[in-house]
């Protein structure tokens, strides 16, 4: 089961049923923007390379506004045809995109919420539940890196699915898929912190991002 496809037909879904306007939990995002930062992913590394390397920020802009600019049924029909063949993503999809669609298409679903409020996530199949478990071990390191506390991310049934950081220890549970998504540096997310109050109150504010 390839579950990065999966979770890229219930982005595209979301995308099309709130329309090209409507908030993400991406800062600042509409699902337009979102949809056109996927296509510059996977179909425009040369325009993607801006977003790191300053000097190309001017084409990254200039392909930007020409995606802007399409018709957003249209830029959904590409962003769910998935990656082209020459894309870098193409042949490890199912690896590399899983955190990727899984955390836009929540971006999508949570949009509207308010991110210090309480939020009842949709059910994850068990399968995909599982599937998210490595993309979390292995992204979370990055964007949990720098973390002002020594946490530890574990299931629902007690398991440690990752440590990272250092300083005083703070305990973070949940289900797996809301575990991505507060290594994302998403909110709403439905966790419990367990720790001491001052430490988990700046490891809820410090920046976790790739």
């Known amino acids: 089961?390839?579950?990065?496809?999966?979770?890229?037909?219930?982005?595209?879904?979301?995308?099309?049923?709130?329309?090209?306007e409507a908030p993400t939990l991406c800062t600042g995002w509409t699902t337009r923007d979102l949809a056109v930062h996927l296509l510059l992913r996977e179909r425009r590394?040369?325009?993607?390379?801006?977003?790191?390397?300053?000097?190309?920020g001017a084409w990254t802009g200039r392909v930007t506004r020409?995606?802007?600019a399409r018709d957003y049924d249209e830029l959904l029909d590409d962003v769910e045809a998935g990656p082209p063949w020459?894309?870098?993503?193409?042949?490890?999809?199912k690896y590399v995109n899983l955190a990727e669609m899984f955390v836009h298409h929540e971006d999508v679903l949570r949009g509207g919420a308010d991110p210090t409020g309480p939020w009842m996530p949709r059910q994850l199949a068990p399968e995909l539940s599982t599937a998210l478990e490595l993309p979390l071990k292995m992204m979370g390191r990055v964007t949990m890196g720098k973390s002002p506390a020594r946490v530890q991310l574990c299931a629902p049934?007690?398991?440690?699915?990752?440590?990272?950081?250092s300083g005083e220890?703070?305990?973070?549970?949940?289900?797996?898929g809301?575990?991505?998504?507060?290594?994302?540096?998403?909110?709403?997310?439905?966790?419990?912190?367990?720790?001491?109050?001052?430490?988990?109150?700046?490891?809820?504010t410090a920046r976790r991002s790739v």
């Open 1 to 20: 089961m390839n579950w990065a496809r999966v979770e890229r037909r219930g982005l595209v879904e979301a995308m099309r049923r709130e329309g090209p």
């Open 45 to 56: 590394p040369d325009a993607a390379a801006g977003m790191f390397l300053p000097p190309l």
């Open 66 to 68: 020409g995606y802007i």
């Open 86 to 93: 020459y894309s870098p993503f193409a042949l490890a999809d």
């Open 157 to 165: 049934d007690g398991r440690e699915l990752l440590s990272v950081g």
């Open 169 to 176: 220890p703070v305990t973070v549970s949940g289900a797996v």
């Open 178 to 204: 809301e575990l991505v998504l507060f290594a994302f540096g998403r909110a709403p997310v439905d966790v419990t912190f367990r720790g001491d109050p001052a430490v988990v109150a700046l490891l809820q």
